[in-house]
């Protein structure tokens, strides 16, 4: 794997200050960051998130910054789609500015199938605005969201028919989801915008994070058939087994592992 490809997502370490949260990954080896969308890492509203200084923070420690963990498309429903695009905006330009290739979207709340009709306008609008500034939106695959619902958010995917507007492909978040990741895949193939790395399994007692490599994803397909199809992007580590081994010591074994593949 080229490590140029690797990013960490800092979501493991979303209430530690940056100068810690970035030296922890520079020290690692990683270059690239993904950065989870709430303070202290990132907010949208220009008067919490300086991304000019939140830029020149990065480049003190040799970093960029790869993908910006935002959830616009979240709150559609409650504050209408002018309010939530003006949401989208403020992320694809800030996402622009730091030279990020990828921004996550939420597509609204819930798993009801019957949202996604209203969502599509929404969504091509964002999509036009996210090519104009070579910026990718990516839906993660999550319970309580249509994007853990493979046939559903296809149906959105499709419809809103842009190279910019997608899957963000989490095979663990699908596997705690009850979905076969490789199953997924073969939907969500040639519509991948960013991907999550962690590993796990289901045991007895349900499903587990594990440290990467010692769960029952199988990266090395993963990463054969994602490339395969034509995807360029990042591979972002999502480290989240903290609890069990403090990251400062997994999160360098993670690297080790992921870059042998």
Known sequence: MNPERISACTYAVREEPLDATFQLIARAGCRKVDLWGGLPNYSNDPAECDVVALKAKACEYGLTIGNLGT???????????????????????????????????????????????????????????????????????????????????????????????????????LMACGVDYKEAYEAFKGWITHVHVKDSHCTADGYERTMFGEGSIDWAWCIANVD?????????????????????????????RFLAL
């Open 71 to 173: 959830y616009p498309g979240r709150k559609i429903a409650d504050v209408g789609s002018d309010a939530e695009m003006l949401e989208m905006t403020r992320a694809i330009d800030n996402a622009a500015f730091l030279g990020s290739r990828s921004i996550r979207v939420c597509p609204g709340h819930g798993e009801d199938p019957g949202i996604v009709a209203g969502l599509i306008p929404f969504f091509e609008q964002a999509a036009v605005y996210a090519e104009s500034k070579g910026v990718y939106l990516g839906m993660e695959n999550h319970k309580g969201s249509i994007a853990g619902n493979p046939d559903v958010v296809m149906k959105l995917v499709r419809a809103v028919a842009s190279p910019f507007f997608g899957i963000l492909y989490e095979p663990a978040n």
């Open 228 to 256: 395969g199809s034509g995807y360029t992007g990042d591979y972002a580590l999502e480290y989240e087994v903290e609890k069990v081994v403090p990251i400062a010591e997994g999160f360098p074994i993670w690297m080790e």
